[in-house]
C-alpha cells in the first residue's frame, strides 16, 4: 500500500513535516519509539535547519535530506546520538537483572537487550538499502 504522505516531485520526494500525539497502546513493542516521535514532533524544526543552511549557504531541502539520511542509515549511532535514554533503558535492564541475581531476571535482561539490539541493526538487513552508495564494507 503506497504512503499517500509522501508526494514526488519529478524523481525528488515530497514530504510534510507533522504533528503527532498519538496514543500508545498498552504493551506495544515500540512505545518507547512512539512516545519520542509525539515529543519531537511537537517541535518546529524548521527555524534551525533554516539558519544552518543559510549560514551554509546550502539549499534547506538538502540540509533536511542529509539529516533524514544520516539518521535513517546510522543504524546505532544515529540511534545513540539522540539521548542517552536509550543506554539507560539498556542499563537498567542489566541492573534489575544484576540485583534479582537470578537467572529467570538475566533472562529478561538478555531479551529485553536482544529485541534493542535488533531494533538498532534494523537497517543492517538490507545492506544495499542503509547504504545506497556502498559506503559500508558489510562483507
Excluded at 543552511?53 to 531541502?61: E, K, M, Q, S, T
Excluded at 539498556?90 to 536482544?114: H, I
Aim: negative net charge; glycine residues 8%; without cysteine.
Amino acid at each position: 500500500m503506497p504512503d499517500r504522505t509522501l508526494d514526488h516531485d519529478g524523481d525528488v520526494p515530497v514530504v510534510r513535516l507533522e504533528r503527532w500525539s498519538g496514543t500508545v497502546a498498552s504493551g506495544d513493542p515500540d512505545a518507547n519509539f512512539k512516545r519520542e516521535v509525539a515529543g519531537y514532533s511537537q517541535q518546529d524544526p524548521v527555524a534551525t535547519v533554516a539558519t544552518l543552511a543559510a549560514n551554509l549557504d546550502l539549499p534547506v531541502g538538502a540540509v533536511v535530506r542529509y539529516v533524514l539520511a544520516r539518521w535513517a542509515s546510522g543504524g546505532s549511532e544515529a540511534l545513540l546520538e539522540l539521548g542517552p535514554s536509550t543506554v539507560e533503558r539498556m542499563l537498567a535492564s542489566v541492573e534489575e537483572a544484576e540485583a534479582a541475581g537470578t537467572d529467570e531476571a538475566r533472562l529478561a535482561a538478555y531479551d529485553t537487550l536482544a529485541q534493542m539490539v535488533r531494533w538498532v541493526a534494523h537497517g543492517l538487513d538490507s545492506p544495499e538499502t542503509a547504504y545506497p552508495e556502498g559506503g559500508a564494507d558489510l562483507s
